[in-house]
């Protein structure tokens, strides 16, 4: 998409909760308004996924397959995660184990990482546990470095209209995304390995290199 002489990145946001009601959800509806003008931002969701399990025939459900379709055609990932026993969701672990499988929609995929949670931290482990999942050889993503995005007690972060309601948050995010433009330009100039990056994904197996 083109806004004058200004070519619009997209990217494609994954709400990492099958919870019907998320304030992750919220955090990403508001990041598509807020960079509307920036960025065209589509949300996706992981809870229509069913659980992961291997078959001979190395098939993934159509939804995982459109997903992987959707990432694979976006400049860029945006994942909002929350925190589970110190830990990423078993939802979001269940949605990257079946778009790394017989997939790898996200090789050299630049993704940002951001996270809400009712208590104070803000997810703070849970985005830890993401990137290195997402550093796994299946994966293989390019998580933009040296930054977290931390939304603590997420319930009273928003008002009725799902805006954040503190300014200097507001102020973080859009540091924060203008930096991820920024990551997104420069990862696009390191491609040179992208056939054998997605064969070593492709071809990688734990049995063999137990």
Known sequence: MFKGD??????????????DKSTNRTLL???????????????????????FAKNSERTIPLYAT???????????VIISTPEYDHSVPAALL???????????????KPVMITGASYGSLGSSRAQAHLRQVLDSPEL????????????GH???????????KDPEKVKLLEGLFADFEAFVRIT??????????EAIANDFSWEENK
Do not use: C
């Open 6 to 19: 200004f070519q619009m990145n997209k990217f494609i946001a994954i709400v990492g909760s099958n919870a």
């Open 29 to 51: 509806q508001f990041i598509k308004r807020h960079f509307a003008d920036q960025a065209e931002i589509e949300l996706v969701e992981i809870k229509d996924l069913p659980v």
């Open 66 to 76: 459109q997903l992987a379709n959707k990432i694979a055609e976006s400049d860029g």
């Open 94 to 108: 269940n949605a990257l184990a079946w778009l790394s499988y017989g997939v790898h929609p996200f090789v050299n």
């Open 140 to 151: 293989m993503a390019r998580v933009m470095p040296s930054s977290e995005y931390l939304l």
């Open 154 to 164: 997420s319930l009273e972060a928003f008002d009725d209209e799902g805006n954040l």
């Open 188 to 197: 696009a100039q390191l491609n040179n390995t992208q056939t054998q990056d």
